[in-house]
């Protein structure tokens, strides 16, 4: 079975600053997606980035970049440049083709000003 | 990305009755997910709802206490049945994304919050 893990349950970053959260997972597929949700105190959940395993290149959205090294099953998200309005619960997220999707634990960032 | 509404977008129950929590998309969608997130807890996927047929429950979810409909292709209800406080949690349905490069990704209603008392 597939699994996420996320070994930091709670971060704080300044205002302005960096920040990598961590994000592990465990599958014997070669082909899958990754994806980094946040869910802000509002709960709606939202989709911050999404890999795809077979891309080697890492994806950026704005502010948002991961660093995925698939030997290693690891899949952490950069926010640069944080903000306050960054403060939320962070979800990483797996999926296979046609399969459930398996979220982790999740990470409460906050953004101190 | 598709907009999905939920409603109510809150609640507060008494035990032992049942609510039904309605999902609207502005798209029509093959597969909708109904979720729960206990209070600081992730996702736990209840069951997969594809029109017209029966949803797919997950373990530990059966239909008797977590009855799904799913009418057409924009629709589906989730109700709660027979509720007790441990049902108390965050229910949030999901779609899967539309476009060619996007069918891989769920994206999610507002999600009820429910209390029960």
């Known amino acids: 079975a597939q699994t996420v893990t996320q070994s930091q349950p709670e971060m704080s970053v300044q205002e302005a600053e960096t920040v990598t959260l961590s994000c592990t997972y465990d599958t014997s597929e070669s082909n899958y997606y990754l994806f980094w949700y946040k869910q802000p105190p509002s709960r709606q959940m939202i989709l911050v980035i999404r890999q795809e395993a077979y891309k080697q290149q890492n994806a950026t959205e704005n502010r948002f970049s991961v660093n995925f090294q698939k030997a290693a099953k690891s899949f952490s998200l950069k926010i640069s440049d944080s903000q306050l309005g960054d403060t939320a619960m962070y979800f990483c997220a797996f999926t296979i083709y046609g399969q459930n999707f398996v979220f982790g634990p999740g990470t409460r960032l906050s953004v101190l000003p | 990305s598709a907009v999905i509404s939920q409603k109510p977008s809150r609640d507060i129950c008494q035990r032992g009755t049942s609510l039904t929590i309605q999902c609207q998309v502005d798209s029509q969608v093959t597969m909708m997910f109904w979720y729960r997130q206990q209070p600081g807890q992730s996702l736990t996927l209840i069951a997969t709802a594809n029109q017209g047929s029966e949803a797919t429950y997950e373990s530990g979810f059966v239909i008797d206490k977590f009855p799904i409909s799913r009418p057409n292709l924009t629709f589906s209800t989730l109700t709660v049945s027979n509720m007790s406080p441990e049902d108390s949690s965050i229910y949030l349905c999901?779609?899967?994304?539309?476009?060619?490069?996007?069918?891989?990704?769920?994206?999610f209603g507002p999600g009820t919050r429910l209390t029960v008392l």
């Open positions: 999901s779609v899967e994304g539309t476009s060619r490069s996007s069918t891989d990704t769920q994206y």
